[in-house]
């Protein structure tokens, strides 16, 4: 039997050290926008980095979840490794991405549960 994986998105913190390491955690990056500015926040972006988006402007940065493709991609390489993924995510009242993950998973019916 194959190991089940696990996908989240970059809103995601591990407060346990060393937990990437040993626990097969895929992680798709959000999209941090301002102005001309574009971050790929990957989960291990630099703190400093993500601040200096938020502050010094009058207008607030946009953030853009995964897209349904990004999913989409991820899922299609995973299923390779395995036939069951759990997808996890901030509330469908905060961000998207909950509704991209699952329209992703649904091109997987029945090769793979997600």
Same mark, same amino acid.
């Given at each position: 039997?194959?190991? !089940?994986? !696990?996908?989240?998105?970059?809103?995601?913190?591990?407060?346990?050290?060393?937990?990437?390491?040993?626990?097969?955690?895929?992680?798709?990056?959000?999209? !941090?926008?301002?102005? /001309?500015?574009? @971050? *790929?926040?990957?989960?291990?972006? %630099?703190?400093?980095?993500?601040?200096? *988006?938020f502050?010094?402007? %009058?207008?607030?940065?946009? #953030?853009?979840?995964?897209s349904?493709?990004?999913?989409?991609? @991820?899922?299609? /390489?995973?299923?390779?490794?395995? %036939?069951?993924?759990?997808?996890?995510?901030?509330?469908? @009242? *905060?961000?998207?991405?909950?509704?991209? #993950?699952? #329209?992703?998973?649904?091109?997987?019916?029945?090769?793979? %549960? *997600?």
């Open positions: 039997m194959a190991p !089940i994986r !696990i996908v989240t998105d970059s809103t995601v913190r591990f407060t346990t050290r060393g937990f990437l390491e040993r626990y097969p955690v895929s992680i798709v990056p959000l999209t !941090i926008q301002r102005e /001309k500015t574009t @971050l *790929i926040e990957t989960g291990k972006s %630099d703190p400093k980095e993500i601040e200096s *988006i502050t010094g402007y %009058d207008v607030l940065p946009v #953030a853009e979840p995964p349904q493709e990004t999913f989409a991609q @991820l899922y299609s /390489k995973l299923r390779n490794e395995t %036939d069951q993924i759990i997808s996890i995510h901030t509330s469908s @009242l *905060i961000t998207p991405a909950v509704e991209n #993950a699952y #329209a992703a998973s649904q091109r997987f019916l029945g090769r793979c %549960d *997600i």
